[in-house]
């Protein structure tokens, strides 16, 4: 009580200046205390203890980004996916060739502490969406167990917010909850920055299979650049957004590891964590839906192994919360044309013996190229032993490109809001 009544205090003058917008609705406001004004901190990659492999079928895999993104599903996918929910509780699916995966690799959590005293959650950071929003105690057990979650109701600086509820259909399955706000703070090494008031969307209910199945995270925050997130009827601005006029640079740098130890800068660029020189590209709006708030640029052209460069320009979305790397057919086509013995599965998912050798993926920054190299080629092996499923796969011709994980894993990506652009180097 004595804490929440001297940030109370010490936010008083700044309350009178900041507009409350939202009658019922606790102010958000940046924690001073300890912190400078000027901040830049690296938090660091942390596996679930509580993380075991999760059984996923490879369509839901496959289906996650299309859903999340609401974009159209290439048609074997489309009927993979209306066979699986018919079939959801049988277990059979003869279209998905009745595989399933372990589906939980590249899942980057990073701690984050939330109320009064504080709860340390493991966070999925992600760059493709704009929601803050947890495992909570509004659940029921069943559905939290193994997890660390928020309860609003063992914090002294929480607050319902009354008639704000949250609904957004992520991955496969769907999350939905009211919303809460309380005090959101990462630390890390050389500092530590913290809102109070920051809603929180507390899940009441988890469906599908996709996201249950996510063990080893026990919420997601997004980093898009500013998009309006799923809340109603106020949707708010993501939490770096708010955080912004404290860094250093407005801007923060994704260095992801695979299942490894890979961290996040904020308000800095590190010049250990990249070789060479960093290519920036200016964020473009998505055609079609201009306020997505996506980190999305224009790639120059491609090259597959050591082909010719083909100057084509195409609109790239970036998401380390997508599992995959999605290519307008005619180009993921042309790249396995050179895997020997690649196929795809019925439900249009590719795969390729494990030993094959695999040309590299050349994307432009403007003039510079940036080589993806074999290892990055590979989402996971499959239990056969023989057979590994590609990183690639194929979205509509017509469609943007997403990078998702497999790429991030070999690239340094930095996010710069100041500069309305992303940058990309190699990593040593
Ligand atoms: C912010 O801090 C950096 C070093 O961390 C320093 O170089 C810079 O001058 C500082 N900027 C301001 C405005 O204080
Ligand atoms: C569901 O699975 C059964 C076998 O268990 C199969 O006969 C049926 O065709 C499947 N349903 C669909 C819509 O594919
Ligand atoms: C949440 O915290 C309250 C207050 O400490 C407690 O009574 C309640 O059991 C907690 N709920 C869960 C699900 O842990
Ligand atoms: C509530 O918080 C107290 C103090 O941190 C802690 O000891 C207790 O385990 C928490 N209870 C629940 C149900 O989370
Ligand atoms: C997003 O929210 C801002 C206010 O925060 C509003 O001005 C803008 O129109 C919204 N954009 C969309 C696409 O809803
Ligand atoms: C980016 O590419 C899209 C689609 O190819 C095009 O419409 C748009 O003008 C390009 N934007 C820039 C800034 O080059
Ligand atoms: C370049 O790529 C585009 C697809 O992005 C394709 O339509 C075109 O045929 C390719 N050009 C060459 C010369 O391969």
Redesign the pocket.
Known sequence: MLEAAAIALLWSMVLSLVLVANAGALPRVLLNGDQKLNTSFTITQAKSPNWTPQRVPITAIYAAPFIKHKMRMPKKLRDAV??LD??ET?G?H??ANGQTADGTNGLYTFPVKIGTPPQTLRILFDTGSGDFWVWSWLMPGTLTAGRNIYNGSNSTSSGRWDGQSFNINYQQGNAYGLVWQDTVVLEGDGGQLGVAGNPIECAQNIGGTHLPALTGIDGMLGLNMWVNDSESPNPQQTWFNFILPKLSAPLFTANFVRNGVGTIDFGFINPTKYTGSIAYTPVVPLNGWPQSGYWLFNWSGFAIGTRNFNSTELQVLTDSGCNIVLLPQSISHNYYSRVQGAFQQSNGFWAFPCAATLPSFTFGVGSTRIVMGAKHMIYIALDDGINCLGAIQDTAENSYAIIGSPWFEGLFVVHDYGGNRIGFAARP
């Open positions: 209306a066979e018919s079939n049988s059979i003869h279209r």
